[in-house]
């Protein structure tokens, strides 16, 4: 009998499918406990104020904020003087206005704060997801434990915090440097009128859509370390979980930004309708 056929009948089609069920349920009732306790954290006792759980909060704004600033900025740049540039192309360079609203409902509202999450989550979720498990795997959380250290509160409240502070403002810093940068770039070669485009963007920017930005800012920067640091401390004790976990993070985190830009979306639409 082929191997394929013996796997099969060992290991039927409705069995898998139920275990794949069952361990995504299990990974998905661990972020929301995770969410649940870092937010009782930041309520009760933060404890931020201790030194070292201060240098791992430090550490890891440099990390994810600082680092990655210069990323955002070339990929805000490039954005800018694309979105600008098409503009300009289908309307011409006098219509200012038209160009600062487009910017406004395609890079303030959607593609500002979900590159800027991509870009975390490739460069900060991946780390955070391999440190705790390779942490994990060696013992160090073990270790944390035996000495009355708590590791949700050493480990994975200042990483949630770094991250959280982070992501939000990278997603402005990646807005205003769009804006600013693919204005002033494409002005170089082509006349956009500044006071058009700057009463373009103040005619389509109003309370909704800075409320719209904070809230997708900050649920990104929650729910990306939150599913993280689940991953990395779901490793069991076999160093080939690393890579896996460190897969499962990436690939949660997007669908968590996706389905939130969505919701959130979705709800400021019908708080405008109602």
């Given at each position: 009998?082929?191997?394929?056929?013996?796997?099969d009948?060992?290991?039927?089609?409705?069995?898998?499918?139920?275990?794949?069920?069952?361990?995504?349920?299990?990974?998905?009732?661990?972020?929301m406990?995770?969410?649940?306790?870092?937010?009782?954290?930041?309520?009760?006792?933060?404890?931020?104020?201790?030194?070292?759980?201060r240098?791992?909060?430090?550490?890891?704004?440099y990390?994810t904020?600082?680092?990655?600033?210069?990323?955002i900025?070339?990929?805000?740049?490039?954005?800018?003087?694309?979105i600008?540039?098409?503009?300009?192309?289908?309307?011409?360079?006098?219509?200012?206005s038209l160009?600062?609203?487009?910017?406004?409902?395609?890079?303030?509202?959607?593609?500002?704060?979900?590159?800027?999450?991509?870009?975390?989550?490739?460069?900060?979720?991946?780390?955070?997801?391999?440190?705790?498990g390779?942490?994990?795997?060696?013992?160090?959380?073990?270790?944390?434990?035996?000495?009355?250290?708590?590791?949700?509160r050493?480990?994975?409240?200042?990483?949630?915090?770094g991250?959280?502070?982070?992501?939000l403002l990278?997603?402005?810093?990646?807005?205003?440097?769009?804006?600013?940068?693919?204005?002033?770039?494409?002005?170089?070669?082509?006349?956009?009128?500044?006071?058009?485009?700057?009463?373009?963007?103040?005619?389509?920017?109003?309370?909704?859509?800075?409320?719209?930005?904070?809230?997708?800012?900050?649920s990104?920067?929650?729910?990306?370390?939150?599913?993280?640091?689940?991953?990395?401390m779901?490793?069991?004790?076999?160093?080939?979980?690393?890579?896996?976990?460190?897969?499962?993070?990436?690939?949660?985190?997007?669908?968590?930004?996706?389905?939130?830009d969505?919701?959130?979306?979705?709800?400021?639409?019908?708080?405008?309708?109602?």
């Open positions: 009998m082929a191997p394929s056929m013996i796997s009948t060992v290991n039927p089609l409705p069995d898998r499918i139920g275990n794949w069920l069952l361990i995504r349920y299990r990974f998905m009732t661990g972020v406990a995770q969410l649940l306790s870092t937010a009782i954290m930041l309520l009760t006792n933060p404890s931020l104020g201790n030194p070292a759980i240098a791992v909060l430090m550490k890891q704004i990390f904020g600082f680092e990655a600033a210069r990323i900025l070339l990929v805000a740049l490039i954005l800018g003087t694309v600008v540039s098409q503009v300009v192309g289908l309307v011409g360079g006098g219509n200012g160009t600062g609203k487009v910017l406004v409902w395609v890079v303030f509202l959607e593609l500002g704060p979900l590159l800027t999450a991509m870009i975390v989550i490739a460069r900060s979720g991946t780390a955070i997801a391999a440190e705790l390779s942490m994990k795997i060696n013992g160090e959380i073990r270790s944390l434990e035996l000495m009355g250290i708590a590791p949700e050493y480990l994975l409240l200042p990483r949630v915090v991250v959280g502070l982070s992501v990278l997603t402005i810093y990646f807005v205003l440097t769009a804006f600013a940068g693919g204005f002033l770039i494409v002005s170089l070669g082509r006349h956009i009128p500044y006071d058009q485009f700057i009463q373009g963007i103040v005619a389509s920017l109003g309370l909704r859509e800075v409320l719209m930005l904070l809230a997708k800012g900050t990104f920067g929650l729910i990306i370390p939150i599913i993280c640091c689940t991953a990395g779901s490793v069991g004790t076999s160093a080939t979980e690393i890579p896996q976990a460190a897969t499962k993070a990436v690939i949660t985190s997007l669908f968590a930004v996706f389905i939130l969505g919701l959130i979306t979705y709800l400021a639409s019908w708080f405008v309708m109602a």
